[in-house]
């Protein structure tokens, strides 16, 4: 009989912690598949971040190193500056790239990093407890925004892309998410496409993906992706932001 | 040959001569010469600089660097390096080499620009959250820092541990003739635990989350056994004048040169003044104090801040002897005539009171 789905080889036979619904399995995995399909595997490093992807170096059968919180992007540019033939890709949520680490992420985009960020976006703090992040949509009850977030106290939320497209360092830039099968299959082809991106050295690259977090959005994960589709995808609309020639 | 050159640039100099590789930084005076120079001087030696966009970002590009097997360091000045101390922190947990240089300003806060001891407790104590150490070195001289910053290189590697060379606004940016040409590049150490992309071998995590409490504890227990092996084989200290001596001044960097100039006025007045001092700074030079102690009992601690090395005079002294104390915090860079004055005001009252 003919096997047509497996676990990738580049993922660990070990279970992901992660809650039902959550949108970071289906990254990881995601990413398993296209390092194999792209035979990166011996070549790859990982930068883990402080938040739920915090623990992909258990699951990723490749070498890894745990950054502190929101320096992803600064730990990438060291490794990548000592060995620039390695792939080497820095793996963050909101609160870790878009306020603790913003001034890292922001430089090494500028300076065209030769790096790739992947970005889950689900609007939380979601290891704390599902506390305002900087990409919390306007009126998203949070445990932090009782009464829904509110632009007068709390700003805005961040597109993150948009923000990082007007660097001339960045070289790729698209969002996509994982809420339903034919943005899984896109999301996979963004991966592709940013890791093609730092192997011919074109500078900065980073995935943004949409990703529901139904424990923290206190839905059932059906909700959730709903609330992706309906809502969140509304404010961070889904599609390539930027690409230069690769 | 000897080269005139600032303690910045020589620090860089050394430091690439010992195969420094990466030099990752973010202006603030007094060390802006060593960023410059390496500005230049890395990229020549074919290695990597960034100017950062902050010290975070510097201390965790080292952190990536080491990680990825280079010989990576950084520099700041008090402010920066208080930044810094996250990334430090992480270093230590993950066990990664690095070297930090920290030409210590007057503070707290923003303070000024002038040469202070005030980084002392900072550095000693780890400085960083956590139950960890660095090793701090303390050099006092332009020469020095040239030498010990090979040193620095070596221990940090050997032990898998950050490092820091402290110095002061004033040793950063004084000029002194060097000499260079002992500073030879030191055996490749192998480095099992560095990532290169996993090929021909299992693949390696470098972390510090450790949830598992007992896992964690046993991980704290390995680090603390390798600062015992730390305190037992690398403290180095200068002696001087100490085996007549009456009183023994305990000093380190350009409180020490300070004190040099003073002892020597004190022994022309007759008086028997001698000196340790405190090259690493941790591990601290205990036994040598408490070995010192049998025979002399006034020690007179002279720093360059309000009382900071004072503390681990006090410790290893254990209650035995007495400990005189001068300071001049704030950037304030005390005359060897003006130490000489309050030395020999001590030494005059300690023969008053063994004479009654």
């Not at chain 1, 070549?43 to 490749?62: E, Q, R």
């Not at chain 1, 190193?65 to 390695?86: Q, W, Y």
């Not at chain 2, 947990?93 to 005030?118: H, K």
């Not at chain 2, 006090?314 to 003006?338: A, D, N, Q």
Request: contains cysteine.
């Amino acid at each position: 009989m003919k096997k047509v789905y497996s676990r990738p080889k580049s993922l660990k036979p070990a279970h992901f912690h992660y809650c039902p619904g959550c949108g970071h399995s289906i990254v990881n995995r995601l990413i398993a598949e296209v390092i194999d399909e792209m035979n990166l595997g011996d070549k790859i490093i990982c930068v883990a971040p402080a938040g739920c992807g915090m623990l992909i170096y258990n699951y990723f059968d490749v070498d890894c190193l745990e950054s502190a919180h929101g320096r992803g992007a600064a730990v990438a540019t060291g490794i990548k500056r000592v060995r620039p033939d390695n792939l080497v890709v820095s793996y963050q949520g909101d609160g870790d790239l878009a306020a603790i680490g913003t001034a890292e992420s922001f430089h090494a985009a500028n300076r065209g990093e030769n790096i790739t960020i992947i970005f889950v976006n689900n609007g939380v703090y979601g290891m704390t407890g599902g506390q305002m992040a900087p990409t919390t949509i306007l009126d998203q009850v949070t445990t932090t925004t009782p009464v829904g977030r509110i632009s007068e106290k709390a700003g805005h939320p961040v597109r993150m892309c948009e923000v990082l497209a007007v660097l001339d360092g960045t070289s790729y830039l698209e969002r996509v998410a994982v809420h339903k099968p034919a943005a899984i299959v896109a999301t996979k082809k963004a991966l592709v496409k940013a890791f093609q991106h730092q192997m011919n050295k074109t500078g900065f690259s980073m995935v943004e993906i949409l990703s529901p977090c139904p424990t923290n959005w206190k839905m059932d994960p059906l909700q959730a992706c709903k609330w992706v589709e309906d809502v969140m995808s509304k404010q961070f609309p889904i599609g390539l932001v930027k690409e230069v020639q690769c | 040959m000897k080269k005139l050159m600032s303690g910045n640039a020589a620090a860089g100099e050394a430091a690439v001569l010992a195969g420094c590789t990466c030099y990752f930084g973010y202006p603030i005076t007094p060390q802006n010469e060593l960023t410059e120079y390496m500005a230049k001087r890395v990229p020549e030696a074919g290695g990597v600089f960034i100017q950062s966009e902050s010290e975070i970002a510097a201390i965790n590009m080292v952190l990536g660097a080491s990680v990825a097997g280079a010989r990576a360091m950084t520099s700041s000045s008090g402010p920066g390096i208080s930044l810094k101390q996250e990334g430090i922190s992480y270093l230590a947990a993950d066990e990664l080499p690095a070297v930090i240089l920290n030409m210590v300003r007057g503070g707290p806060g923003m303070g000024n620009i002038s040469p202070a001891q005030s980084d002392y407790l900072q550095a000693t104590r780890g400085g960083g959250h956590g139950d960890y150490r660095t090793i701090v070195l303390a050099p006092s001289s332009v020469q020095e820092i040239a030498d010990l910053m090979p040193l620095a290189f070596d221990l940090a590697e050997k032990y898998r541990n950050p490092v820091v060379v402290l110095g002061d606004g004033m040793l950063g940016q004084m000029m002194e003739p060097v000499e260079f040409d002992h500073i030879k590049k030191s055996e490749p150490v192998a480095k099992d635990y560095i990532l290169t992309g996993a090929k021909g071998r299992p693949s390696r995590m470098v972390r510090s989350l450790i949830f598992d409490v007992k896992e964690q504890e046993e991980h704290n227990w390995k680090l603390a056994r390798k600062f015992q092996r730390i305190e037992q084989n690398e403290v180095r200290y200068e002696t001087h004048l100490v085996d007549d001596a009456e009183l023994v001044v305990i000093a380190y960097g350009t409180a020490a040169r300070i004190a040099k100039g003073a002892i020597a006025r004190l022994r022309q007045e007759g008086l028997k003044v001698g000196m340790i001092r405190p090259i690493t700074l941790w591990p601290f030079p205990t036994k040598i104090i408490q070995e010192t102690s049998k025979t002399i009992h006034d020690f007179f601690v002279f720093e360059m801040s309000a009382g900071q090395l004072v503390e681990d005079v006090k410790l290893s002294l254990e209650g035995k002897g007495r400990v005189h104390f001068y300071g001049r915090p704030g950037g304030v860079i005390p005359t060897p005539v003006e130490l000489f004055r309050i030395i020999s005001r001590h030494c005059y009252q300690i023969q008053r009171v063994k004479k009654s």
